[in-house]
């Protein structure tokens, strides 16, 4: 097989194979992309199945509709100038972008939600009236009676007239009760900070979602204009703004600058090494295209298997030009030198097991990062195997061809490696002075690591951010950290009915002290509606005759009312601050999300839900963290039960002495890689643990040329170190990266690479004289 | 509406410390200086609410007490008994038979939105005061005086026309006209501000 792929004529014919293979590529490549998406969410990068039992389609659609919202706060130099504000609203409804706004609400509106509550008064009793009624009917009366005598409640003839039992005006009191910190002021909900200052709140909900990069941009540029505009109009006016849009549109942004940094800097530095060495252009054409089309390969995989890149992926990718660029690399470094004395096909038939060797360990370890559930990853482990794939086969089927008349350099001066491996054969300063400091390095590095698995330490956001987002939690009481209950259900009514038997294990959770407060949904079940309604039909003439008793002029209301059904509730401006919170798909599954704040105690909540039929914890933070943390461990584990296997086999192979040789600049390589990222100040974490998974994989490649008896340890060092250097021009750019998970890989990965080029000729056999080295 | 009580409390407080210490006609600035030293006040009340539509006006009395450690307690007795006790942080009310009813400025700070301005009335904050009433100061000759205070934003202005304060030594009446026709006026007679200790009674009523 070996042999008869390498015959001419059939050689052609794979040649033209291939170039067929690419064409499909690039047809699949336009077809797929118009519908593929660039992602920058961090949490896209995370696992997705972690929430059991509950229909992805609900969470799905909670996890979009929340990624849509933004959330603007105005503040006027004036508390009670609401023309900033004003002018906000108007200039929100005119751009596309959103799908709705809201700020203030018209007298209109308020009328309507009036008229609402009045309408279903009685089934939408609030859970302080019904408690009273539950009791005694003298409890109702009684507080009838005290709001009627305290001289500023503020009772009118007219109020008891229209509401004798005093269901709205409880009502309200409790959802003020609820509302800690917004309030309604001329239509507008407002907060007021210690300062003094009013903040108008304004809301919107994108068309797009906030992971659509192009949409993204143009609506963050407009209300950066925005944000100038209103500076100019009202001086001293302040914005403050919260939404994913934001977070996603800087992450996009960062990455861009990323790839276009790296990847020019290190393009440059590649494309300068290679006129270097072979003072020629044609090698980087060919480069580029081995290149090009490694790329085309690894986009198409990604793109059909998961519809979308994340950028994260895409950062990372770029390191595969490093490590795909080898092969063109090895290849025409053979032809350089040998092209004068063997034919292109027959280099090509010499190179062909260690190229096929390289392509499949370095696949094989790209590959083991889809261990790890994170579609980032899994992403750039396909994105690798493929990407490294094609350019393999470019450099296999095309380069013999196409690398003709290339200029060859025989009497290359490699006198200095000449003159290294010498030193490393002979002198013991080498061979074990260089690997006693490295021992050294890496055990002052390992004395200081430290893990960290908070996601949030991943992406380092600017601090304004940071601070608008703290500040708006503070005025709005609403805490963006994700912590919920989520209750859901086969249809509208049996989640409501969860999400009632809820209310009084989270009343004493509050009361335990295990969290701070929590947002229910003010809207009961039919069941529930139903019983309210019985409730008050019940009371009502009991409470009645007592207020008369008392010196009340009142009378039996009529308590005509039917239930109400979710949908009108949620077309009604009765839910409005609450839709969010909803979500029914059209098979009748729905669920209810019920914010919580203040958490103290996760363990506990996480303990009510599972008491509760079709509610979970949600605490996506705290989940992501301790899933990190136990991919770490297990990928610690994998890490050194592979070093095991890889150290016995060496010894098996190679006998005690050989053996350790092999195996020492490997081990030492992944010493120095953490000390690099511990002496930078960085903490371990999954990424960098991947990282370290690639630089076994690599470093054991560089070990493995040198202890090959059948190699040249000259042209060895010359291919590795071309290829350290590639691979360092991609990789070591990495740790430049403002995204600190990218640039913490970049860290392990450069430290990691260097040191197992450094060390890889001990695996050299011992020799005495230089002049049989080449 | 708790607001208003500590508004009473900080009046009643106020005005009686002003007037046992004056003898010649007083302003508002003298009591800022005078208010931090009577540390509690007894006083009985009746009142008496008038609603449009209703036939006989609603009575009730009870007694009130003030601490200035502490905060203040409306002990409803008549009709039928009612307390509420309010504090810079919390407002609760209790009624036999059941669980008391409690706000705090935490869950409710709306509630207490004009708390910074009621405890700056405690020690007359004349600055406070004119930020959200107009006020009418009169010395009526022999002791006695008035104060008219309208109200000067919202939404004291969407509720209240007027509350006037009438007294001699201590605040002996207050009238509430609200905008719906219906006025309040409470009558506070056998005041005392001697002793100055809580009883355990009143103790337990603050303690909550």
């Known amino acids: 097989m070996k042999n008869t792929i390498f015959r001419p004529e059939i050689h052609r014919r794979i040649a033209y194979a291939w170039a067929i293979g690419v064409i499909a590529l690039l047809i699949a490549l336009m077809v797929v992309l118009p519908n593929s998406r660039l992602n920058s969410s961090v949490m896209a990068l995370l696992p997705k199945e972690h929430i059991e039992n509950i229909p992805p389609a609900l969470e799905e659609g909670f996890n979009q509709r929340l990624d849509r919202q933004l959330v603007w706060l105005i503040s006027p130099l004036q508390p009670d100038d609401q023309a900033p504000a004003l002018w906000w609203q108007q200039q929100l409804k005119q751009m596309t972008a959103f799908s709705s706004t809201s700020g203030q609400m018209s007298p209109d509106h308020q009328q309507q939600w009036g008229k609402f509550f009045f309408d279903n008064r009685y089934s939408l009793l609030d859970s302080a009236t019904r408690q009273r009624l539950t009791g005694d009917a003298s409890s109702q009366s009684d507080w009838i009676l005290s709001q009627i005598y305290s001289p500023f409640s503020g009772i009118s003839a007219k109020e008891l007239s229209n509401d004798p039992l005093l269901t709205i005006r409880s009502a309200q009191m409790t959802q003020q009760q609820n509302n800690r910190t917004l309030q309604l002021n001329n239509g507008w909900l407002t907060s007021k900070d210690p300062q003094g200052r009013v903040w108008y709140l304004l809301h919107g909900e994108l068309k797009t979602s906030s992971y659509d990069i192009q949409s993204a941009r143009q609506t963050v540029e407009k209300l950066d204009q925005l944000k100038q505009q209103i500076a100019q109009k009202w001086p001293g006016t302040q914005v403050l703004q919260r939404g994913t849009l934001f977070y996603s549109d800087y992450a996009s942004q960062q990455a861009q600058q990323d790839i276009s940094t790296i990847g020019s800097v290190s393009g440059l530095g590649i494309i300068i090494l290679i006129l270097l060495v072979f003072r020629s252009l044609k090698p980087l054409w060919l480069t580029l295209l081995s290149l090009t089309i490694g790329a085309i390969s690894g986009s198409v995989a990604v793109f059909i298997l998961f519809g979308e890149v994340h950028v994260m992926t895409l950062v990372m990718s770029t390191s595969v030009v490093g490590i795909s660029i080898d092969y063109a690399l090895h290849y025409l470094t053979e032809r350089m030198v040998h092209g004068e004395d063997e034919s292109a096909l027959i280099s090509m038939k010499k190179l062909f097991p260690a190229l096929l060797l390289a392509v499949i360990s370095s696949s094989i370890a790209y590959l083991l990062l889809f261990i790890a559930p994170f579609p980032g990853l899994q992403q750039l482990a396909i994105f690798a195997a493929a990407g490294l794939t094609g350019a393999f086969l470019t450099v296999i089927c095309w380069y013999p061809w196409l690398s003709r008349r290339l200029p060859v350099r025989k009497t290359l001066r490699l006198g200095f490696i000449h003159r290294w491996l010498f030193y490393w054969q002979n002198g013991k300063a080498f061979r074990i002075g260089i690997p006693l400091i490295a021992l050294l390095i890496s055990v002052a590095g390992l004395v200081q690591l430290k893990t960290d698995d908070d996601i949030r330490k991943l992406q380092t956001l600017p601090p304004e951010f940071q601070q608008q987002e703290r500040q708006i939690a503070a005025l709005t009481g609403q805490h963006s950290d994700q912590k919920w209950f989520m209750v859901y259900g086969e249809s509208p009514e049996q989640t409501l009915q969860r999400l009632e038997s809820l209310e009084s294990a989270l009343d004493s959770a509050k009361q335990s002290g295990w969290l701070n407060g929590y947002r229910l949904l003010p809207f009961p079940s039919e069941q529930q509606q139903k019983k309210n309604i019985a409730l008050i039909r019940q009371q009502a003439p009991e409470i009645i005759h007592r207020l008369q008793q008392a010196g009340i002029n009142t009378t039996q209301p009529s308590f005509e009312q039917t239930t109400i059904k979710p949908q009108d509730w949620l077309n009604s401006v009765a839910s409005e601050g609450w839709r969010l919170l909803w979500l029914s798909l059209d098979n009748g599954q729905s669920a209810v999300l019920v914010p919580v704040e203040g958490v103290t105690n996760p363990a506990a909540l996480k303990q009510i839900a599972s008491n509760h039929s079709g509610t979970h914890w949600v605490d996506k933070h705290t989940e992501f963290s301790t899933l990190f943390s136990v991919y770490r461990q297990h990928l610690t584990t994998l890490l050194g039960i592979s070093v095991l296997i890889i150290g016995a086999l060496f010894l098996w192979r190679f006998g005690l002495k050989q053996g350790l040789r092999c195996i020492i600049p490997t081990i030492l390589s992944l010493g120095i890689a953490l000390a690099v990222l511990s002496l930078s100040g960085q903490s371990l974490n999954l990424f960098s643990l991947l990282a370290l998974i690639l630089v076994l994989g690599i470093g054991i490649d560089y070990t493995l040329f040198f202890s090959n008896p059948a190699g040249t340890p000259s042209t060895s060092m010359l291919s590795i170190l071309l290829a350290a250097l590639t691979t360092e021009l991609s990789f070591g750019l990495l740790a430049a990266s403002g995204t600190q998970a990218i640039s913490g890989f970049g860290l392990v990965l450069s430290g990691g690479i260097f040191a197992a080029f450094i060390l890889s000729p001990l695996a050299l056999p011992e020799r005495t004289n230089p002049g049989k080295i080449s | ?208």
């Open chain 2, 1 to 208: 509406m708790n607001c208003f009580f500590r508004l009473l409390a900080s009046l009643i407080t106020g005005t009686s410390l002003l007037l046992s210490q004056a003898a010649s006609a007083v302003t508002l600035d003298d009591l800022q200086q005078r208010f931090s030293h009577q540390p509690v006040l007894r006083a009985q009340f009746e009142q008496q609410r008038t609603i449009s539509g209703m036939s006989q006006p609603l009575k009730s009395n009870g007694n009130v007490l003030i601490a200035q450690a502490h905060g203040l307690i409306w002990n409803q007795t008549k009709p039928f008994p009612l307390v509420l006790m309010m504090n810079e942080s919390r407002m609760e009310q209790r009624m036999a038979g059941q669980p008391p009813q409690v706000i705090t400025a935490d869950s409710n700070p709306q509630m207490f939105r004009f708390n910074s301005i009621l405890t700056a009335l405690f020690h007359a904050d004349r600055k406070a005061l004119e930020q959200n009433f107009n006020l009418q100061f009169s010395d009526l000759g022999k002791g006695s005086w008035q104060l008219v205070l309208q109200p000067s934003t919202t939404p004291l202005d969407k509720l209240f026309r007027q509350i006037t304060l009438n007294g001699s030594e201590f605040l002996n009446e207050i009238q509430i006209n609200d905008l719906q026709g219906d006025s309040t006026h409470i009558r506070f007679f056998d005041q005392t501000t001697a002793p100055t200790v809580l009883t355990p009674d009143e103790e337990h009523h603050f303690s909550s």
